[in-house]
């Protein structure tokens, strides 16, 4: 199905808020980093938050990648 509206996807289709409660900003070798948790400790790369071009090209900051966080 196929809709066309002139109205914002954010209207039509609302967000989840629960998978933006998850969502925290970390700093990761002076990298600002979106993750989101998936277990405690266990951690996800959403996006990268730097203005640096170079940081874009760091592999651990790929979104997707695993990273293992120390549990508060």
Known sequence: MTLYSIMPDE???PPNEEDYQKQKL????GVPILVNEQAPGEHYVVRVMSSDPQDY??????????????ID
């Open 11 to 13: 209207l039509i289709y």
């Open 26 to 29: 970390i700093n990761m070798s």
């Open 57 to 70: 090209l760091c592999e651990q900051f790929t979104p997707g990648c695993r990273i293992t966080l120390p």
